[in-house]
């Protein structure tokens, strides 16, 4: 065996070129979904502390659709490299839907366990993307038509703010989902380089 090569946690085939890109674009879409929505919720939220409501509304609604699009491309890219990488490792087993088609003996593993909450971690955070996306925001940009009355003004406000409360706290949800999902994968990168071939 070559040098310093890495070997594959799972099986100890080694990763070919191909792997170590697909693995390159799985961990940089999700570092850049992590680094953008850290930013979003520590500098930009002060800035928008500093500037009148109405911009700061603007400025909000205007990032929050940027970032729900940088999203929803990690999510989908980090989701078909997951599933490409897993392919590629073998442990598809096709004849078992019970196990969403992966093989189950990877279950005997610590490198299955770190997949398995990799994937759970995913999982939960497609589902709180998808109740953002689809339920709060439409609340967001929602707004008063002249035939409303004074009386709509009272639920509308409380709607707004409701969404504006749920859509932080999900957010940061996922934000420590997705950290959870990078230590599975350090876990997974450590069993790497603990299985480095040494000659
Ligand atoms: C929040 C989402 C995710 C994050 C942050 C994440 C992160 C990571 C990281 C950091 C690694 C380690 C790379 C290395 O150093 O070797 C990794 C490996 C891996 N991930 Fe993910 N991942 C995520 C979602 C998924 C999903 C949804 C799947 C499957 C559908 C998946 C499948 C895999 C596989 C198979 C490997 C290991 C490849 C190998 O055997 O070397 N990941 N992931």
């Known amino acids: 065996m070559i040098a310093g090569m890495l070997t594959a946690a799972a099986g100890g085939e080694a990763l070919d070129d191909l792997d170590k890109i697909l ?33 700061a509304a603007l400025v ?19 989701g078909a490299t997951g599933y490409a990488l897993l392919g590629r490792a073998g442990d598809f087993d096709l004849a078992s839907p019970y196990t969403f088609f992966i093989d189950h003996s990877i279950m005997d593993s610590r490198y299955g366990w770190a997949l398995f909450f990799m994937i759970l971690f995913w999982a939960v955070l497609l589902i709180n993307g998808l109740i953002m996306t689809l339920y709060f925001r439409p609340h967001l940009s929602g707004k008063l038509e002249p035939a409303n009355t004074t009386a709509d003004l009272e639920p509308f406000q409380a709607r707004l703010a409701s969404a504006v409360f749920w859509i932080d ?13 990078f230590a599975a994968g350090m876990i997974i990168g450590l069993d790497h380089t603990v299985m480095r071939v040494a000659s």
């Open 60 to 78: 909000g609604q205007r990032v929050g659709l940027d970032f729900t699009i940088v999203s929803w491309f990690a999510f989908i890219v980090v």
């Open 23 to 55: 693995i390159g674009i799985h961990v940089a879409v999700m570092g850049l979904y992590t680094v953008g929505g850290l930013w979003i919720k520590i500098p930009v939220h002060r800035a928008q502390k500093g500037i009148p409501p109405a911009q």
């Open 169 to 181: 706290f999900l957010a940061w949800a996922n934000l420590v989902l997705a950290g959870g999902s």
